[in-house]
């Protein structure tokens, strides 16, 4: 007879064999997932595989991709050290999106040197303040702040698109639904040669910063007592509220970075399809690394290359978009079930022995 | 002026209804201790396999079968995972979600903007000839009454009979309801189940209804607002039905403005308004102190259960 039961201590060992698991387990379900929708999975893939790590162009595509979820998962993480949600991400990265084009459009279309500095300073401002709003609901009202975040998300796309479909709107656009182009001063500088744009360097700096912060500073130390234990946090005479605020703002500020480098390296204008479930990748992400900021850069790479490779799907093999939906749920899944599976071992026993036990 | 209002009003009932459904099945989670964030997507399957059934097949009740199935079929997952394996609810929820608007966009591709199954509005014999009333309450869809009738019947279930008694004991206190025999994995797996049951139906409702036809998306959230209705309803069915008609009267008024041409407030405020005002119904329930007394969430909402 074979049971699986509780595994006491080895608590890293055990989270990185619940990755790996996590991994096999998403892999699996994923090609299950294929299977039942009528796709052949070897097929798909290996034409993922193709895709993001076959060509130069496909990775570097997933190097361009990694940046804007590095920020969104260290968003993600920062809040759940806290065990506080933020599934406000991409609220945030759209405010952070808006924030670059009220800089670069409006307050400064003169251009100069520091219109970069100051149009990702503007894009981490608002994606801070679009954060603040569920972390004060949160401490001044005790709203639950995953409800919040979620419905903020929608308020912040809404916002967008009447920035872009009306009074921000290109003039010379041609009907066409987008703001106008930035001003080239405000472009993120590509590594010669190539696509590849400073975000990415901006994202792996904030990781380091953030695990600094998180291991080295007052505040850090603070935000793991209070997430592992409020009442003792409380006790120790932390002011838990201003704590929760710092990290939502912090938090929104990265989300609000990811939005800004995105428009800053890639889009270079507001647009349609600005925003596609940034947020709920940061979740991803941040779970997949463990709500470890060093992990989450690995995470954001894994996670960009199955982004780029199911853009493949749709070229390749004619799937949808929307597989990859599938693929991001079966790796939640995946990490789910392979926490549990790893805080356990397989014990054999004789089938008489059973009844002992 | 008085036919604008009943238009309005007859609207905001019509509107409330995916949010009710949702709601109900929500209650039921909440009451047994499971938070469920799936309900997005369970929704969305709701409304693609309703509709696909409806439109196949041209029995309504085969696609009303089909809806439940699909959101029982997506809610099984989630029971899997945080009543069997003790998963964190929140992850789990928002894979169901995620799992749900993948699988529909990639099944709807070839359903888009196809004609298919209508349940349109069937008025009630004499009970719909009452002036102004029998317009609001019974020219209605179907589902509608039978939102509307499955209301009374949950409060019912959760407040009169020893099951309702079960479930609100395994939320409140687990091990206790454990310590006195209690099938408490089972308890919360069935309402969950039944919650995916009530969701599916909120997405038929959408898909065969409301705005008959199916598109990507086309919950737009509901699911969200309608877990945001059961906290600002404190758990309560009844309250829970005030929050889903606030909700319609919402967006009955801004179709209705869009449509009279009013020129009150710019479309975007419109669209952004239930999402806002879900919000504040929120915040309210937290701040004003006769709701506030009574806004205690089930003991155990949101935590595992296993045996020590």
Redesign the interface.
């Known amino acids: 007879m074979i049971r699986l039961v509780p595994r006491h201590g080895g608590a890293v060992r055990s989270g990185l064999w619940g990755l790996g698991l996590a991994l096999c387990l998403a892999l699996v379900s994923g090609a299950a ?1 294929f299977a039942l ?1 009528g796709a052949d999975w070897v097929q798909a893939y290996a034409a993922m595989a193709a895709g993001a790590l076959g060509s130069a162009q496909g990775r570097m595509d997933v190097l361009i991709k990694a940046a804007p979820l590095i920020f969104t998962g260290l968003a993600v993480a920062l809040c759940c050290r806290l065990k506080a ?1 933020n ?1 406000g991400a991409e609220g945030q990265f759209v405010f952070g999106a808006v924030g670059v084009a009220l800089a670069g459009l409006r307050l400064f279309p003169g251009g100069g040197a520091w219109l970069l500095p100051a149009c990702l300073a503007g894009g981490a401002a608002l994606g801070a303040l679009w954060a603040a709003i569920p972390a004060l ?1 949160k401490t001044r ?4 702040e ?3 975040t ?3 998300n ?2 912040a796309v ?2 967008m ?2 920035l872009y479909f ?1 009074p921000w709107r290109d003039p010379a656009g041609f009907g066409f639904p987008g703001t106008a182009e930035l001003p080239e001063a405000a472009w993120l500088p590509l590594w010669p040669g190539t696509r590849l744009h400073l975000g990415l360097a901006l994202a792996l700096a904030c990781a380091v910063l953030l695990w600094l912060a998180l291991e080295r500073t007052r505040f850090g130390f603070q935000c793991r007592v209070l997430g592992q234990n409020p009442e003792a946090a409380r006790y120790a005479g932390f002011n838990v509220d201003r704590l929760t605020l710092t990290a939502f703002l912090f938090s929104g500020a990265l989300a609000g970075l990811a939005g800004a480098c995105e428009v800053l390296g890639v889009q270079h204008r507001l647009q349609e399809g600005l925003a596609s479930g940034v947020g ?1 990748d940061g ?1 991803i992400v941040a ?1 997949l690394a463990r709500l470890h900021p060093l992990g989450v850069p690995a995470a954001a790479l894994f996670l960009a290359a199955i982004l780029v490779g199911g853009d493949q799907l749709q070229t390749a093999l004619g ?12 790796l ?2 995946g ?3 392979g ?2 599976l790893a805080a356990r071992r397989l014990v054999v026993t004789r089938a008489e022995a059973g009844h002992a036990g | 002026m008085l036919a604008d209002l009943t238009l309005v009003a007859q609207i905001a009932v019509k509107s409330s209804v995916a949010v009710l459904l949702a709601g109900l099945g929500e209650v039921l989670a909440e009451r047994s201790g499971v938070f469920n ?1 799936g309900q997005e997507g369970m929704m969305l399957a709701g409304a693609l396999f309703g509709f696909a059934a409806g439109a196949a097949t041209g029995d309504p009740f085969l696609a009303l079968g089909a809806a439940m199935l699909a959101g029982v079929l997506l809610a099984g ?1 989630h029971a899997l ?1 945080v009543v069997g ?4 609810q ?3 929820g ?3 979600a ?2 749900g ?7 709807g ?1 070839g359903w888009i903007s196809r004609p298919g199954l209508r349940l349109g509005t069937w008025d009630v014999p004499l009970l719909s000839k009452i002036p102004a009333l029998g317009e609001v309450f019974f020219r209605q869809p179907p589902l509608a009454y039978a939102a509307y009738a499955l209301l009374p019947l949950v409060c019912w279930l959760l407040s009169r009979t020893r099951a309702g008694l079960c479930i609100r004991a395994v939320g409140e206190n687990a091990q206790a309801a454990d310590a006195a025999g209690a099938p408490v994995r089972l308890v919360r797996t069935l309402c969950v189940l039944a919650g995916g049951a009530f969701s599916g139906l909120a997405g038929a409702y959408l898909s065969l209804s409301y705005t008959p036809g199916w598109k ?1 998306g086309m919950t ?2 509901q699911g ?2 309608a ?2 209705m059961v ?1 600002f309803a404190t758990w309560r069915p009844w309250r829970l039905a005030a929050g889903a008609i606030l909700f319609g009267g919402l967006s009955a008024l801004q179709f209705y403005f869009q449509v009279a041409g009013l020129d009150l407030a ?3 405020v419109l ?2 308004l239930p ?2 005002l ?2 504040a119904v ?2 309210a329930a ?2 004003l102190g006769p709701l506030k007394r009574l806004a205690r969430a089930p003991g155990d909402l949101g935590r595992p259960f296993f045996r020590e």
């Open positions: 997932a929708l949600w599934i609901l009202c005790g709203v639950n995953i409800l919040s979620l419905l903020l929608y308020v809404i916002f698109e009447h009306g709920f979740v779970f799937l949808p978009g929307a597989v990859v939906r599938i693929l991001e749920a079966a939640l899944f990490v789910l079930a926490d549990w | 964030l997952l995972f394996l003790c998963a964190d929140v992850l789990s928002l894979a169901v995620l799992l608007g993948g699988i529909t966009a990639f099944l591709r990507d737009a959230g969200f607002i877990i945001a906290l710019p479309i975007w669209r952004v999402y806002v879900t919000l929120l915040v937290n701040v």
